[in-house]
């Protein structure tokens, strides 16, 4: 029998989905699953769900309901980290003794592979590794987490996709996107996405986008790794702006804890190191020297713009990555530095 405080959890989840989503096609779910829910290939998430008196099939059904629901690939036994504050180090093998292999922060998603012992074997992004139990929430928590944490994403399939204005191929078109790259969905129409261009709005022709949801995943060493000959000063001012990545972006703010925008977050990082900039980004797109993309290195500013000029900036911290504070859903992120077509960089630490 579930347990009375397991059955509150599963009640939450089901509210939460059914804003979502009120009957969903859950087709990879088990025949002993399908079968309690007393039902085909179609599921009423809050109705049969409460019926199933079993635990682990519960826990297997909503565990499906959940993962088809919001189309999330690469999970089939969902854990989510659960960490105060910073990441949480995967490693090679269950051992503090093993090669820390990647890094994971609060709230990222991890598929859970096995147990050994007060060790996870887990799986996030491309990372594959050991983690300790006591930093993944699993089954109904975790279930229940995701639930609340999911947004829906878009995926760009194609290089040269334009970001148009309006939805439509009539009007101005705002920037150049390329595959790979991922952005917020604020809406979905028939044949275009609104999307979420660091606080703009634009659009995406649905041909030519992959529309899912998402959770955050774990680094490998070599994305968060710096090329050779970068100053100490360069590796140190992208490692504290990192440490805010998750931290909220509210307009004209300049704090990092409590909310900046783009060049609010920049002029605070870099005022850290007794650097002063102008809180703009277009202002900041003219101090400096001029850099080119092929020559950047941590440290160095890179600026986005559209045809009314420069309207984001980002630093850009090694491995072809930026921080940014991007928009009030994201907040402060680490993206692809071509997630967005950069039109400017420049250089304000001189080694």
Request: glycine share 12%.
């Amino acid at each position: 029998m579930i347990r009375y405080t397991d059955r509150i959890r599963m009640r939450s989840i089901s509210a939460l989905l059914m804003g979502a989503v009120v009957i969903c096609n859950v087709p990879s779910m088990t025949a002993e699953a399908t079968a309690s829910l007393g039902s085909s290939s179609q599921i009423g998430i809050s109705a049969d769900l409460e019926a199933v008196e079993n635990e682990e099939v519960l826990e297997n059904a909503m565990s499906d309901v959940v993962l088809e629901a919001f189309h999330l690939d690469g999970y089939s036994n969902l854990g989510i980290a659960t960490v105060n504050e910073g990441k949480v180090n995967i490693r090679d093998s269950a051992s503090m003794d093993g090669k820390i292999v990647g890094k994971i922060g609060k709230d990222a998603g991890l598929d859970i592979l096995g147990e050994e012992g007060e060790w996870l074997k887990v799986k996030s992004g491309k990372v594959e590794g050991y983690i300790k139990a006591e930093y993944v929430l699993t089954g109904p928590e975790a279930l229940e987490q995701a639930s609340t944490l999911l947004k829906s994403i878009a995926d760009v399939n194609t290089d040269g996709l334009k970001v148009r204005e309006e939805p439509n191929t009539e009007c101005e078109v705002l920037d150049i996107v390329g595959s790979g790259q991922r952005f917020d969905v604020l809406e979905e129409l028939d044949e275009w996405v609104k999307i979420d261009l660091d606080g703009e709005e634009g659009y995406l022709f649905k041909e030519y986008v992959d529309v899912g949801a998402k959770l955050d995943e774990a680094l490998t060493i070599s994305e968060v790794r710096y090329g050779a000959g970068v100053s100490d000063v360069r590796i140190a001012l992208s490692e504290f702006a990192k440490q805010y990545i998750g931290n909220p972006y509210v307009w004209g703010g300049t704090s990092l804890t409590r909310g900046a925008d783009c060049s609010g977050f920049v002029l605070s990082v870099f005022r850290n190191y007794g650097i002063s900039l102008p809180h703009s980004s277009r202002a900041q797109g003219n101090c400096g020297s001029a850099v080119s993309l092929n020559e950047l290195k941590p440290g160095d500013l890179v600026f986005y713009g559209n045809r009314s000029g420069i309207n984001h900036v980002a630093i850009y911290v090694g491995g072809g990555q930026v921080v940014h504070a991007s928009n009030p859903r994201t907040g402060i992120t680490i993206s692809g530095m071509y997630y967005r077509t950069p039109v400017r960089a420049r250089r304000i630490i001189n080694d």
